[in-house]
């Protein structure tokens, strides 16, 4: 049975959903996504957890953040949540986003300190191989952008703003960021540009990476290189599945989940 509550997080109201008995597991989602995502993963884990499965601000139930968060913010949320709920230690499962908050709070002294066992499944965080398309989108933006630079402040915001609008604009940016606006987009710049490969020797948990073979969000080549960086990773890449694996081979992504944390 699934138990809906609210945690206040400086007076921001987190909604999550907690499922099963046992040792606390925190599931989090990728972006663009919500906890509802990683319910049958909790439902598949809660003979063995005590599953919290969030939605993290400005996804699912949780409203946006009164102002753009970094990692380290949606990270500041994630510890104060295991010790204002007297959690005690804990696991992580993530995914995508999700895996940069494993990544910077695993890193800190205090997860060190909160954390266990982390299963990391399509995680973001490291720097991606950039194409000839993507240089070529860049530059295009900065040449697109400079006529307004020397605008006065107000009229150079709404000079932009009308730019980010067109359809030549739209084009050239992912498909996550052309539906976002207002915070979540200043977040999302924030978010995806920090690139985490230098948190990954300061990692000291028992980290499973557990890939999609075919993921092309989070390519199997950011996996390897999460492997090599920390210590005490293991990689398992799942065939016939993409970036959300466990919805590609919930089965086989199940049963590995289920062996992994019941060591």
Known sequence: MQ??????YKELPV??????EGKPLILLHGWGSSGQVMLPLAKQLASLRSCFVLDLPGFGNTPEPDRPWSVDDYS???????TDLQLGS?????????????????????GQQLIDKVLITGGAGMKPKRSLTYYLKKYTAKILKAPFVLLPSDAREKALNKLRETS???????????KLSG???????KTVT???ESSLEDIPHEVLLLWGRNDEAA???QAKRMEKGIGGAALVVIDRAGHYAFLDQPARFGSIAKAFFEE
């Open 15 to 20: 909604s999550y959903k907690t499922i099963g």
């Open 3 to 8: 138990d809906t509550q609210t945690y206040r």
């Open 194 to 196: 920090e690139h985490l």
């Open 90 to 110: 804990v696991d992580l499962l993530v995914h995508s986003f999700g895996g940069r908050i494993a990544l910077k709070l695993c890193a800190r002294t205090e």
């Open 219 to 221: 390519p199997l080549y």
């Open 183 to 189: 915070v979540m987009r200043e977040t999302f710049v």
């Open 168 to 178: 030549l604009w739209k084009a050239m940016g992912s498909s996550d960021y052309s």
């Open 76 to 82: 500041d949320l994630i510890q104060h949540f295991i």
